[in-house]
């Protein structure tokens, strides 16, 4: 282990105070700025004028006659209605997966003579909508039973259907079967609860800032270049591995050290709450160990550090805009495809949902994610290191 040169390289990169005081820093002004700005965004979202609504239909009921047209009259009210098969599993455990997924604000289960509204407590007024569409629906449904006459398929004086789902002399439709007794139960479901803006941004940015941590490196790399260090180490018996750790341990421990004190900083300060200690924890040391590596491979395939700074902080850009640390992750108009390509996308939900629900479905995928850009850039920032190192002999 070439403990001289890691020792060489804290050295330089702690007589960098201003950098190490950003680090700290940076997250406290933006967490406090941010989190003011839209501290009313997250308290209560004020919903589009047209919302997705789900549905589920059993087989045989008597809302299956009529649904076609409870589907264009929903949309002239901006409701659009999908359907989903809830077939073989729990209905409730579908509708919080359903939920989870953000793919409708509300879901109706239409059953034999009844149906079931699901709601989320963060999506009142697209529930209200819902119900209010809904009772005129059976309000409309049974004046048109009303209206029909023996119920044996004739049609009566005034031209009115049967109850057999046949349209009457007017074009219009007459749903299936009695629905005077149709009984209404409305749930309401919690499954994906809002943080704060104070806890989001809190989490997200001090994420955000330790993936731009390459620039504490810059007095590493500026001396090697300026005193010729690599070709003289070269000439050393430390082999190519060593002098490659010699920056990558570096590197990952301070950066591990800032964010975490940061994060303790801004604990103090703004009061986050980090839900799954453990999970987080484990989460964001492998955040740092990534970006580290990353970080360390672009200097490498670049070999300039001007040039490095502006492409990490350029990737780092796009993937927060992906990934939620601009436009809050679950409001965001990004597709899903766009989202789950960002690491940040992912580090961020879990470590939110971990606040939230000390929970994250998305926990594996996260760690997974961050494995795979590790073992890459630390393979090919070796590959490329040592072949730098040969041509500057």
Not at 152 to 158: D, K, P, V
Not at 259 to 281: D, E, M, Q, V
């Amino acid at each position: 282990m070439p403990w001289a040169l890691i020792k060489n390289n804290f050295k330089l990169m702690f007589r960098n105070k201003w950098v190490i005081i950003l680090m700290l820093a940076g997250p406290v002004f933006v967490i406090a700025s941010l989190s003011s700005a839209f501290k009313a965004m997250l308290t209560s979202y004020t919903p589009a004028d047209t919302f997705t609504a789900g549905y589920s239909l059993e087989e045989g009921s008597s809302w299956e006659g009529v649904m076609a047209s409870i589907k264009e009259a929903a949309k002239e009210n901006k409701i659009e209605l999908r359907e989903f098969s809830l077939d073989g599993t729990s209905s409730l455990k579908s509708v919080e997966d359903i939920f989870q997924r953000k793919e409708v604000a509300v879901f109706v289960e239409f059953s034999k003579g009844s149906y079931h509204i699901y709601k989320q407590k963060d999506m009142e007024t697209e529930a209200g909508v819902m119900e209010y569409f809904l009772h005129q629906v059976v309000q409309s449904l049974k004046q048109a039973d009303a209206g029909v006459g023996n119920g044996n398929g004739n049609r009566n004086e005034s031209g009115n259907g049967d109850r057999n789902g046949n349209r009457n002399e007017n074009g219009e439709r007459i749903g299936n079967g009695d629905r005077n007794g149709t009984s209404i139960r409305t749930v309401s479901l919690n499954t994906v609860p809002k943080p704060d803006s104070t806890d989001y941004y809190g989490i997200i940015y001090i994420v955000y800032f330790s993936w731009c941590s390459i620039i504490i490196m810059s007095p590493v790399f500026s001396s090697e270049r300026k005193n010729r260090i690599v070709p003289r180490l070269k000439a050393s018996p430390l082999s190519s591995f060593s002098l490659y750790l010699g920056k990558v341990l570096p590197c990952i421990s301070l950066t591990m050290l800032l964010t975490f004190s940061s994060a303790a900083l801004n604990t103090l300060l703004f009061g986050i709450k980090w839900g799954r200690l453990p999970g987080t924890l484990l989460v964001m040391a492998c955040s740092v160990i990534a970006a580290a590596l990353f970080s360390i491979f672009i200097y490498y395939l670049f070999g300039n550090m001007a040039v490095t700074v502006g492409v990490i902080f350029t990737l780092v850009w796009v993937a927060g805009f992906l990934g939620g640390s601009f436009e809050t992750y679950f409001y965001s108009a990004v597709s899903d495809r766009l989202k789950e390509l960002s690491p940040l996308y992912y580090i961020n939900r879990t470590l939110v949902e971990y606040s939230t629900m000390g929970r994250s479905d998305y926990g594996t995928r996260c760690l997974l994610y961050l494995a795979v850009i590790s073992i890459t850039a630390f393979v090919g920032g070796l590959f490329l290191a040592d072949g730098r190192g040969r041509k500057n002999l």
